[in-house]
């Protein structure tokens, strides 16, 4: 068993509501050398909170995230775990991490697509 950090991905349509849809998972597997976003965002849930919620922009920004993680840009010269740790920060914005927690697997792959069941789909 390896130990893994993870936090949902969350967008907030209206940030000044406070209200959240949890939209993907940020998982890193330090000894694993593994990072990964994943996103499972659903359009409907986001306009229950606001009607008029820009879903294309905030799966942009979404996208974003995930390309932040694949190391392009600027994080290409930068550590999975320093991605992972600029991913988690805490940030006011439509799109934004959050807390971190961590967990025991014994594949992470297979554990970001658990939480993904369990808490964003």
Not at 12 to 17: D, I, L, W, Y
Not at 50 to 60: E, F, K, N, Q, S
Not at 92 to 98: L, P, R
Request: charged share 25%; aromatic share 6%; proline share 4%.
């Amino acid at each position: 068993m390896r130990t893994y950090e993870y936090a949902l991905l969350r967008a907030s349509p209206r940030v000044e509501r406070g209200e959240f849809v949890n939209i993907g998972v940020v998982l890193y597997c330090q000894a694993d050398d593994f990072l990964t976003v994943r996103l499972a965002a659903d359009g409907g849930r986001l306009r229950a909170l606001d009607g008029d919620a820009d879903v294309d922009g905030i799966l942009a920004a979404a996208g974003a995230l995930e390309r932040t993680c694949a190391g392009e840009g600027p994080a290409r010269e930068t550590s999975l775990g320093q991605r992972f740790r600029w991913l988690t920060a805490p940030r006011s914005t439509v799109v934004h991490a959050g807390p971190v927690h961590s967990g025991l697997t014994a594949d992470p792959e297979a554990e970001v697509e658990r939480l993904l069941d369990a808490m964003v789909r």
